[in-house]
């Protein structure tokens, strides 16, 4: 199951990529917002954060207006790695090296037909682990480290 959310700047755009998964059969839940109106990126990316580390969800797809905002919330959430991509070589980059766990794209930067290729490419392609897994488990340690102790 995916995890999907956007903030009021990119509702459209995740309405129109929730209709492309749907014609692909892909399963989705939707954690808003719901219209078009005024509201705040990190509320989105914390429900959708929360979806992945409690294990509702596998994986996300978070959109903003750049995805800068949305992702940087994400990343607060331990256990959380998004990556923003605007084409398919990082997409592909941030799950085979980096086992990213959430994809954010900018509503503002890349066009539609793009993100659903950007979107395609990410949901196929799989982590490689290796020495990249003890890459990702040096980022996991930053992150236990910090919790333990917040001045680290
Ligand atoms: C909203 O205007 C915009 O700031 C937001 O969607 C996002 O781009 C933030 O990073």
């Given at each position: 199951?995916?995890?999907?959310?956007?903030?009021?700047?990119?509702?459209?755009?995740?309405?129109?990529i929730?209709?492309?998964?749907?014609?692909?059969?892909?399963?989705?839940?939707?954690f808003g917002c719901h219209s078009e109106e005024r509201t705040d990126?990190?509320?989105?990316?914390?429900?959708?954060?929360?979806?992945?580390?409690?294990?509702?969800?596998?994986?996300g797809l978070l959109f903003?207006?750049?995805?800068?905002?949305?992702?940087?919330a994400?990343?607060?959430?331990?256990g959380i790695r998004a990556a923003v991509c605007s084409n398919c070589y990082t997409a592909a980059m941030s799950r085979?090296?980096?086992d990213a766990n959430i994809l954010a794209i900018g509503a503002?930067?890349?066009g539609i037909d793009l993100a659903k290729r950007i979107i395609d490419t990410w949901l196929?392609?799989?982590?490689?682990g290796g020495r990249h897994h003890d890459r990702v488990e040096l980022i996991t340690a930053i992150e236990v480290k910090h919790l333990k102790n917040p001045t680290a």
């Open positions: 199951m995916l995890a999907i959310g956007s903030d009021h700047a990119a509702f459209t755009f995740k309405e129109e929730k209709a492309y998964l749907t014609e692909k059969g892909i399963q989705f839940k939707d990126y990190p509320i989105y990316a914390e429900k959708v954060a929360n979806a992945i580390v409690n294990g509702e969800c596998q994986r903003c207006g750049t995805g800068i905002g949305i992702s940087l994400a990343n607060k959430v331990p085979q090296h980096n503002r930067v890349v196929e392609s799989e982590f490689e």
